[in-house]
């Protein structure tokens, strides 16, 4: 007995090619790759990112030197513009638009194509309905041009013929779906360019002072991965007065902040009128593209320091940092490198309307400045700037320094209304509180991708609820003679989900019983 051997063809390079474009333009295949996306994007909130503080990402790798190396040379640290990233990015993107082209061509060529053809036997179909015409009733042609009429009333596209009318509707459901999936192109597409190209960052203004758009002026900024210098818009801006509406009436409200409004004076370009403009709490300050956000607001006392020499080491706004969402008390920090014999440190709390109780503790009871202390404590010392390592303004270590002021020591704490000067310790200098004034944290944004984005979106949203609620039906109805009588067949077929298909055999039933005068029939249901 032999055994007969199958021959498989060989699928050659163009086969094999033709193949994995098969594979790969298939909707399971571009929906495994937008979970793959999706997936792949985890590491990049997981590890901190080069674009976002490379000084960061050096720190975690010292930290970590054993899995630092490795995660950096996978790639980790700079996610959204490694090689994989952007493989799965772009095979995306290839596999739908390998998806839409033919879907698209395919549905193109199906609206210009006729309804399907007639069925024989309309009875099998799941909605089947049956009247019989009056003797005096139209004609089977005749009735066939008024089914006509009211099938292309019902949305249907039809077609007239020999015996028969043939109707179809639902060609947008088709329509929508593919609308989605170019949406959801567009949005990618564009979520791409806003990641090469937008820019976003920090910074703090206190009231007289001003900002103008370039890097060494953010506290901190965020490039895209293609981002340039030059494309920073060279606009300036200046917060004149920063205001600030308190609830004076509430009993239990009383003291919070109702309403915050920063008004600026605006220089759109070199050269320009300048002109004066607001931000508020979720009302941005827009000039070409560039948003500006109110996210943050407090005091910033100005202090002036002179050193052991009597010279001034130190002159102008501290930002004090808020310890509580009421702002009754403010964290100061104030490092002075220039300071001489003795580097010198400040540490303390800014009150604004401060009181002091019956055991001797500073507190404030009102946000707003009706009373300005500053309450420190100071150091002399290395404050360890000239070592290079970055350090966080809002802290000063204090290890390597000397503590001269204190409530824990024999020199006590230092207090400070506006215009008191306190001379320090050991002929280290003096400490004057000088004035106050307000600042403001914003928020700036730039991304030129954003409206295509919100497009995009909008479009795939209105294109889902068109796939959804749209229904595909193919509608047929025959016309005969029998007896002297026109004898009218028709049938329904739902092109996927079959809910409804009832409703609508009754409603175009009832259309029909009030177009034709219908022979009612002998028994309760039509046969």
């Known amino acids: 007995m032999s055994t007969a051997q199958t021959t498989l063809p060989s699928l050659g390079f163009r086969g094999t090619l033709r193949f994995m474009w098969t594979q790969l333009t298939s909707m399971r295949t571009a929906l495994m790759l937008l979970l793959l996306l999706a997936v792949a994007a985890v590491p990049g909130s997981l590890f901190p990112q080069r674009r976002a503080g490379a000084d960061i990402v050096e720190t975690w790798i010292e930290d970590n030197p054993t899995a630092g190396p490795i995660m950096d040379a996978l790639g980790m640290f700079d996610v959204y513009s490694s090689p994989w990233f952007s493989a799965i990015y772009l095979l995306l993107m290839v596999s739908l638009v390998g998806c839409l082209w033919p879907r698209g061509r395919q549905h193109l060529k199906s609206l210009r194509q006729p309804p399907a053809r007639t069925p024989r036997n309309l009875n099998r179909l799941p909605e089947y309905g049956q009247l019989v015409l009056e003797a005096d009733g139209p004609t089977p042609d005749q009735a066939l041009v008024d089914a006509e009429k009211i099938l292309k009333k019902a949305g249907y596209r039809t077609e007239l013929r020999d015996g028969s009318v043939g109707a179809e509707r639902g060609y947008t459901r088709e329509i929508g779906n ?18 090469l190209y937008k820019y976003e960052g920090q910074k703090i203004i206190v009231e007289g002072e001003g900002f103008t758009n370039n890097l060494v002026s953010y506290d901190s900024f965020t490039p895209g991965t293609a981002f340039s210098e030059e494309r920073l818009h060279p606009f300036a801006i200046q917060l004149e007065d920063f205001d600030v509406v308190f609830d004076r009436e509430s009993e239990t409200h009383f003291g919070q ?124 010392g290395d404050i360890g700037l000239d070592s290079g390592v970055p350090q966080n303004v809002y802290v000063l270590d204090t290890e390597t320094m000397t503590e001269l002021n204190s409530r824990n020591n024999d020199n006590g704490g230092i207090t400070l209304g506006v215009g008191d000067t306190y001379e320090l310790p050991d002929n280290m200098g003096t400490i004057t509180f000088d004035s106050w004034d307000r600042y403001v944290g914003l928020d700036v944004h730039y991304d030129p991708s954003k409206w295509g984005v919100g497009f995009f979106a909008t479009l795939a949203l209105v294109a889902l609820v068109i796939s959804l609620y749209v229904r595909r039906r193919r509608a047929w109805v025959k016309a005969s003679a029998k007896d002297g009588h026109t004898v ?40």
Do not use: C
């Open 257 to 380: 902040a109702l309403d915050y409004t920063a008004t600026m004076q605006v220089t759109p370009a070199p050269g320009a009128e300048t002109y004066q403009d607001t931000i508020k709490v979720n009302d941005p300050l827009t000039i070409d593209g560039v948003r500006m956000f109110l996210v943050g607001n407090g005091y910033a006392p100005n202090i002036t320091v002179t050193d052991g020499n009597g010279d001034v080491a130190y002159s102008g706004p501290v930002i004090a940092q808020i310890q509580d969402p009421n702002v009754n008390s403010s964290l100061v920090v104030l490092k002075v490198p220039d300071a001489r014999p003795e580097q010198l440190g400040f540490v303390g709390l800014f009150l604004p309307t401060s009181y002091t109780g019956d055991d001797g503790v500073a507190i404030s009871i009102d946000p707003d400045a009706y009373n300005p202390e500053l309450i420190l404590n100071s150091y002399y």
């Open 178 to 195: 593919i609308l989605f999936h170019f949406g959801l192109l567009g949005v990618i597409v564009f979520m791409g360019l806003g990641g």
């Open 488 to 527: 009218i067949e028709y049938g329904l077929l739902a092109r996927g989900e079959t809910f409804g298909l009832r409703d609508e055999n009754i409603k175009l039933r009832q259309t029909f019983d009030t177009t034709w005068p219908v022979i009612p029939p002998n028994t309760s249901e039509d046969s």
